[in-house]
């Protein structure tokens, strides 16, 4: 599957961005998704998860600010940002997990990445 990530720009703190995951060659409601984010000299952290049944996790630093949805009839997934702050300035990346057992927190057991989207904050 591939996967094209969009929705990235620059916001004020307390503002919302709608990022958008569109996936592409394969069956998308057959994939365990997930977002993750990178800033600058730090790895790459998990920021929320969603299952094929539409359960949702979410890492503590966003928890109550986003909210992950699927659309399985359009192939697209969604993060929305609400609230804001400067530290959520990163890089967002899509993924999707196919294989069965792993963590939906941990990005090594993700198969397919998008190309990232930037996420600039300003204070």
């Known amino acids: 599957v591939q996967l094209q990530a969009s929705g990235g720009g620059l916001v004020q703190a307390g503002g919302s961005l709608r990022l958008s995951c569109a996936a592409s060659?394969?069956?998308?409601?057959?994939?365990?998704m997930g977002w993750f984010r990178q800033a600058p000299g730090k790895e790459r952290e998990f920021v929320g998860a969603?299952?094929?049944?539409?359960?949702?996790w979410y890492a503590g630093p966003v928890k109550g600010r986003v909210a992950i949805s699927r659309d399985n009839a359009k192939n697209t997934l969604i993060l929305q940002m609400n609230s804001l702050k400067p530290e959520d300035t990163a890089v967002y990346y899509c993924?999707?997990?196919?294989?069965?057992?792993?963590?939906?927190?941990?990005?090594?057991?993700?198969?397919?990445w998008g190309q990232g989207t930037q996420v600039t904050v300003s204070s």
């Open positions: 993924a999707a997990r196919a294989r069965t057992g792993g963590d939906y927190y941990v990005a090594a057991d993700y198969d397919y």
């Open positions: 060659g394969g069956t998308f409601s057959t994939y365990k």
């Open positions: 969603i299952s094929r049944s539409s359960s949702t």
